[in-house]
């Protein structure tokens, strides 16, 4: 069975612009949560999906956003890109919403020039 | 507020050379206590969960304990494929998420051989 996947795996943006990360959970699972990863540092919550509802929200800025799909994929989308959002991206899927332990995918790294 | 502190920050061992990783956390209602691999430019990997003090788990060479307060990963005759970052994390109700975990710095674990 294929694992989590998300895509690009590398990316380059300058500041200011928008960026769009996506994410397949695995099959059957139904909740999605995205983290960043600053090098150096542990990953760092910022969304939780469940049944295409947003279930929890990290302490980010209202400029990160996100959405799951009736397929339970999933986006992140940040807009007005910073230096400071230079980071690892992780996607992760879990078969509830619950305390579980989370499958990861390998994510996306964002570079902002 | 809620918090996971690891050490230490980085471990060099001989292969064979066992040791112990440790993880304390300050959090308002643990809702389990998770240890996760990660290997450079991927996603962490889990490994174990732990609910309650006194709880103990075990996967080849490793083996993590929970107390109260802090939670150890014990590494017996490690070998270099041994060689990560090793995460803890608690689960935590935050920001409305039940699905939220709370991740440490991490430990680099390096075995030379």
């Known amino acids: 069975d294929a694992g989590v996947t998300q895509s690009p795996t590398h990316l380059i943006k300058t500041r200011g612009q928008h960026v769009t990360l996506r994410c397949s959970p695995i099959?059957?699972?139904?909740?999605v949560s995205w983290y960043q990863q600053v090098l150096g540092q542990g990953p760092q919550f910022i969304f939780q999906?469940?049944?295409?509802?947003?279930?929890g929200r990290g302490n980010f800025p209202d400029r990160f956003s996100a959405r799951q799909f009736p397929n339970y994929s999933s986006e992140l989308n940040v807009n007005a890109l910073l230096l400071g959002d230079s980071a690892l991206y992780l996607c992760?899927?879990?078969?509830?919403?619950?305390?579980?332990?989370?499958?990861f995918g390998s994510g996306t790294q964002l570079s902002v020039l | 507020e809620d918090q996971v502190t690891q050490s230490p920050e980085a471990l060099r061992l001989q292969e064979g050379e066992s040791s112990s990783l440790n993880c304390s956390y300050t959090?308002?209602?643990?809702?389990?206590l998770f240890w996760y691999r990660q290997d450079p430019g991927k996603g962490p990997e889990f490994l174990f969960t732990?609910?309650?003090a006194g709880e103990e788990k075990e996967k080849e060479r490793l083996k993590a304990t929970l107390t109260k307060k802090e939670s150890f990963l014990h590494i017996t005759a490690p070998k270099p494929e041994d060689s990560a970052t090793y995460l803890c994390?608690?689960?935590?109700?935050?920001?409305?998420?039940?699905?939220?975990?709370?991740f440490g710095k991490g430990t680099k674990l390096s075995v030379k051989p």
């Open positions: 992760a899927s879990s078969l509830t919403a619950g305390h579980e332990k989370l499958f």
């Open positions: 099959s059957g699972h139904k909740s």
């Open positions: 999906y469940y049944e295409k509802e947003e279930r």
């Open positions: 959090v308002s209602g643990l809702r389990g």
């Open positions: 732990l609910y309650s």
């Open positions: 994390a608690v689960g935590v109700n935050y920001g409305g998420s039940q699905g939220n975990l709370i």
